[in-house]
């Protein structure tokens, strides 16, 4: 495969070069910058509205979008920046957004595309929050998720396939994608095995160098557990609040099952804020609606905090993920002209497209019930696939069928 060329090095002010002949956009693209921040506003709250599903969904619906659909990208940028995105700690799919952002339009690009994929979802969970909080119940979403849940699999399906012409390049990323699915499956951690892997494969084509040095480095991964005990109740201000999730937010690998793990130490066993249920009710509605995960935040910051509370957590556990995706996004063209960190960068991309398997595998054990969201899928598939039908008009079509089915039930 041919390698993708470099990007244009970012100037001070506006991160890639914008001009005609410049960045990782065609020669004949002459958008201008307001322009461009429009298109990426548009595109982002529409993902951000009506994307469920969780990061893999995610990751699909971005790639029909700015790949198939508008080719502001390759395939290849977009799995390189893939690649780098899950080394980092905090939202997988809210920094893929961000990364895209910035490689269409630099810093002003990476504030629209991030802000605009988080604001549909985190007003849905603040108006979810002010309900809760009078109600102390959910709002009762498992029909439209019914409907969602198959077509979100066709979507992530068709994605995993053009994604893995590119990145299943050869034997070892291969390997690395079976190796990191059956982890997956089994409950290896996300991180160590992208990182283990990426350096399998840069050892095994380079080997000169001693393999055990991937195996010593793995140790150092990790985030370090806070082990604080129970100090008793803290009063919550927002300014405590939002140190708390700019913390969580500059730290936190892997699923919502490890947010969950951190809200409950932090949130209940110390600090006494939430109680367990009010917890899992918040990360339940976080997964529940459209964009990321982690507007959990937002739901758990207004409980704790109000609407100060609200915008506290959510500022808070997003900053960090702006920040670093603006410092390594221009890393990442770099990083492919070393023939060593081009194989990390690889066996990283196998992994991901493994992981990334492995996710939908377990999507598809509670979506994929019955006769009928089986028919959902395959009818999805043949339009998705077939007759491109966008996904983004089935998800919501999926949506309306549960409603129904519920309403009439």
């Known amino acids: 495969m041919t390698e993708p060329e470099p990007l244009a090095s970012p100037s001070p002010d506006f991160g890639p070069d914008l001009g005609p002949d410049s960045g990782p956009n065609s020669p004949s693209d002459r958008a201008s910058l307001p322009q461009r921040l429009r298109e990426l506003a548009i595109v982002f709250l529409r993902l951000g509205t009506v994307a469920f599903g969780g990061p893999a969904a995610h990751v699909a619906l971005m790639e029909e979008e700015v790949v198939t659909g508008r080719k502001w990208l390759s ?5 390189d920046l893939m690649g780098v995105t899950n080394l980092l700690p905090g939202p997988n799919s809210t920094e893929l957004a961000i990364h895209i952002g910035y490689e269409r339009a630099g810093w002003p690009g990476l504030w ?35 409907g969602i849940k198959p077509v979100i699999i066709a979507v992530i399906v068709q ?36 990182a283990g892997l990426g350096l399998g494969v840069m050892v095994l084509r380079r080997r000169g160098v001693l393999a055990s040095f991937g ?10 557990a806070n082990t604080t005990a129970n100090s008793g109740t803290i009063e919550a201000s927002w300014p405590r609040i939002f140190l708390l999730f700019l913390k969580i937010g500059s730290v936190l690998y892997g ?7 951190f809200l409950q130490r932090e949130l209940v066993d110390r600090r006494g804020w939430l109680t367990t249920q009010a917890l899992i009710d918040a990360v339940a509605v976080g997964q529940l609606t ?38 390594v996004n221009p890393w990442v063209p770099k990083l492919r002209q070393s023939p060593w960190t081009s194989g990390f960068l690889d066996g990283v991309n196998g992994a991901s497209l493994g992981l990334m398997a492995g996710v939908t ?18 009818v999805s598939g043949a339009l998705v696939w077939r007759w491109k039908v966008n996904s983004a008009l089935l998800v919501l079509g999926g949506g309306a069928i549960g409603l129904a089915l519920a309403t009439v039930l």
Do not use: H
Request: hydrophobic share 55%.
């Open 75 to 79: 395939r290849e940028q977009l799995l």
């Open 112 to 146: 629209v595309a991030g802000l605009c994929f988080i604001a549909p979802a985190m007003v849905l969970v603040w108006i979810l929050a002010v309900g809760y909080q009078n109600s102390q119940s959910l709002p009762q979403l498992g029909g439209i998720l019914y």
């Open 159 to 194: 994605a995993l396939w053009k994604l893995g012409q590119k990145a299943l390049k050869d034997r070892l990323t291969w390997g690395a994608g079976i190796l990191a699915l059956g982890g997956y499956l089994v409950g290896v951690n996300e991180i160590g095995l992208l």
């Open 215 to 224: 195996v010593g480095l793995l140790g150092t991964i990790a985030p370090a």
């Open 255 to 261: 699923s919502g099952y490890v947010l969950l793990a």
């Open 290 to 327: 459209p964009g990321p995960v982690l507007t959990t935040a937002t739901f758990i910051g207004y409980l704790i905090g109000g609407s100060q509370g609200a915008i506290a957590a959510t500022v808070g556990i997003f900053l960090p993920a702006f920040l670093l995706v603006g410092w």
């Open 361 to 378: 595998v377990t999507l598809g054990r509670s979506a994929l019930v019955d006769g009928l969201t089986i028919g959902l899928a395959i």
